[in-house]
Structures are given as C-alpha cells and as structure tokens.
C-alpha cells in the first residue's frame, strides 16, 4: 500500500465521518479492536487514519483504547481457549515472562510495552497464561502504548500533505519519526533507575 492508497482511504473515512461521526467513532474502535485481537496486520494504517481524521488528542486515545482492548482479548483468548497452544508455541518464554513478571510485577510488562523487545502478538499471549490480573494488564498496557502510539497519530495528523512516502524524511515527520526512537530510550533510562532505587 502507496502514500496514494492511504490517502484515498482517508479521504473516504473522513466523508464518512463527517456525515456519520459517532457510528464511524464506534466502528472504528470495533474495527481496529478485532483486528488487534485476531492479530491481523493494519494496526499501523488504522492509526495514521486516526491522526488524519480524529486528531492527536482524541485519535490517540481511540487507537490506544482500541489496541488495548484488542491486546486483552488476545490475552483472555490464550488464558480460557488456547492456552496449550501457546504453552507449546511459548514454552521458553512463557517461563522467562513469569520469572520476570514474578521479580518485577507489573513493571516488566510495561517495559515490553514501551520497549518492543518482543513482539506484540507474543507478550499478549504469554500475558494469558501468567497470574497477572486483567485489569492490571489492561491499564499497564494501555499507558506503556500510548507514547508510541501517538507518535504514529501524530504523524496521520499531516497524512493529506504528503505526496509520497519519501516525504517522510522531511523536517517535521523526521522528527515525529525520531520520536518512534527516543520514546523507547527515555523509557529505558527511567526503568533503569527505578530498578536501581528498588
């Protein structure tokens, strides 16, 4: 998918939006909560589109809330429906997840979220077979996605000026897009020192 594609989906979401704004509001968070829990690819695309119409503050906390909702789902769906399939898949990780989890509580998991050490689809698996309560895995995920996700909404907010996709080394996306960068190191610095005052 082109900078071109994405644009005409936009243009056609915002049509929709404007003569439609609390059904499309609505559809797009059960959209992007599905996909997000059937870990299906277009996270990225959803939360440009969200940038593009919603706006920074609203469109971030729409794809946050979106994500996180679909990240517990996948996570209940591994504790009460898949749970020796991931077990076998997961094996060594679920036991290095639980150490940690163990050792650091709800601090490890928040780490993953701001540091993508390992991928998205497999934290909220391995998270569905740990003791590690849903509404706490809801609210930790919740705050560690929110800064990378607005950064990617950040940079929908200006989606209909770009003319390609190689606009995005321009002044003001590269900056959004060094941000992507930045978010994870600031974080590490302040997990780092937490760890060594606790």
Do not use: K
């Amino acid at each position: 998918m082109d900078i071109y594609d994405i644009q005409r989906a936009q243009a056609v979401f915002q049509t929709v939006f404007d003569a439609y704004p609390a059904a499309v509001t609505l559809a797009y968070v059960v959209l992007f909560t599905l996909l997000t829990a059937l870990c299906l690819p277009g996270a990225a695309v959803l939360m440009l589109l969200a940038g593009a119409s919603f706006g920074l503050v609203w469109g971030s906390l729409l794809a946050t809330l979106a994500s996180t909702a679909g990240a517990t789902l996948t996570m209940l769906g591994a504790r009460h429906l898949l749970r020796r399939r991931v077990e076998r898949r997961y094996g060594v990780l679920l036991q290095a997840f639980n150490q940690s989890l163990q050792r650091e509580g709800a601090l490890y998991l928040l780490s993953l979220r701001l540091l993508p050490v390992i991928p998205f689809v497999p934290v909220n698996l391995v998270s569905g077979l740990t003791r590690l309560n849903g509404a706490t895995f809801f609210w930790v995920s919740a705050l560690g996605m929110l800064p990378g996700t607005a950064v990617y909404v950040y940079a929908g907010v200006y989606l209909a000026q770009l003319q390609s996709l190689t606009q995005l080394l321009s002044a003001r996306t590269a900056v959004t897009l060094m941000a992507l960068g930045v978010v994870p190191l600031a974080a590490a610095l302040v997990l780092r020192r937490r760890r060594r005052s606790s």
